[in-house]
């Protein structure tokens, strides 16, 4: 038997074993071979790495802080994961974790709000594929117009849909629309009415907490900053959320005509009863006091290392 034939056998053994779940006597009779040859194809399997066997361990959470933030902000749930070896176990751990509850949360739920983000679309990419036909994800806001980016290329809802064999509603229109009687006069048309209506269905929406540097990463926003916020005092703006800017207390700082987002309203998202953001680095900690403070968000998923910076930041600005 040459090489390439030896790992197709390889390959058909370890397929009937570990997904089919096979026997290994069911195995025997199928490829007529020995109950020991077919324990040498296993082992080899995993050694030639043929076979990848990966053990999920439960990862440590800091329930003391995560009681201190709920008393605190007097938000519904708040996951505090203990900090790893690395910086890089830290990312993991929140975006393995982070897909496994939001999984959790939709369990219960029919309507899924979903925003633009790099973290957003690597915890979607993390999501194990499930069968719930009834569930909807539907953008909030626009497209973002990061074209040139795998985040940005294919919307977020579709690949979340994907997962579930579930439905999705996109907003094919800039994230930003300027001109105040075109963007009122669009969320009227046909194309956009089913994605907006639903918007006001959502029992949850997740998302990542940004600041003005993912603006200034967009050429057309970049360029038309001053257009986009106007009359807004970039000097106060600690984070984005919802494609917003907001300070330090949490407040928006584009309200009414002044904001220019075309997507769901804030009223409309502060609305939502779960609104889950999902924070990596301990340079946002002033933007997630800021969303704490304002209670923009219902619950949180973060590590130690930003939680324990947002408390420091919190001393500091009193």
């Known amino acids: 038997m040459d090489k390439i034939q030896y790992r197709k056998q390889i390959a058909d053994v370890a397929r009937d074993f570990y997904l089919s779940k096979l026997t290994i006597a069911d195995i025997s009779k199928k490829y007529n071979l020995s109950r020991y040859l077919i324990t040498k194809y296993l082992d080899d399997a995993v050694s030639t790495g043929l076979v990848k066997i990966t053990i999920n361990a439960p990862i440590d959470r800091n329930l003391q802080l995560e009681a201190e933030f709920k008393k ?33 949360y939709i369990q219960s739920m029919r309507t899924i ?26 953008q909030i806001m626009g497209d973002n117009l990061k074209y040139n980016s795998a985040v940005g290329s294919t919307p977020l809802v579709q690949k979340a849909a994907a997962k579930y064999e579930a439905h999705y509603l996109t907003v094919p229109a800039p994230l930003y ?58 000097q106060k703006v600690v984070g984005m959320l919802y494609g917003r800017p907001f300070d330090i207390n949490g407040n928006f700082l584009n309200p009414g005509d002044s904001d220019k987002l075309f997507g769901a309203s804030i009223d409309t998202i502060l609305a939502v009863p779960t609104r889950l953001a999902i924070v990596k680095s301990k340079f946002k900690s002033r933007a997630l006091l800021g969303a704490l403070r304002g209670n923009l968000i219902t619950d949180v998923i973060t590590n130690e290392s930003v939680a324990n910076r947002v408390l420091m930041e919190m001393r500091t600005d009193q």
């Open 72 to 104: 605190m902000f007097g938000i519904q749930n708040a996951y505090i994961l203990m900090d790893g070896d690395a910086a890089n176990d830290d990312d993991e751990n929140i975006i393995e974790f982070s897909a496994q509850t939001i999984q959790d």
């Open 113 to 138: 709000g979903v925003s633009w983000g790099g973290t957003v679309s690597n915890i979607i990419n993390h999501f194990q594929t499930k069968v719930k036909e009834d569930l909807v994800f539907t």
């Open 177 to 234: 629309i300027i001109n105040n009687q075109i963007r009122t006069a669009l969320e009227k048309e046909p194309a956009f009415i089913r994605a907006f209506t639903t918007m006001n269905k959502m029992d949850m929406i997740f998302a990542g907490i940004g600041t003005l540097a993912s603006i200034d990463s967009i050429q057309v926003w970049r360029q038309h900053k001053d257009q986009i916020f106007p009359k807004v005092d970039l």
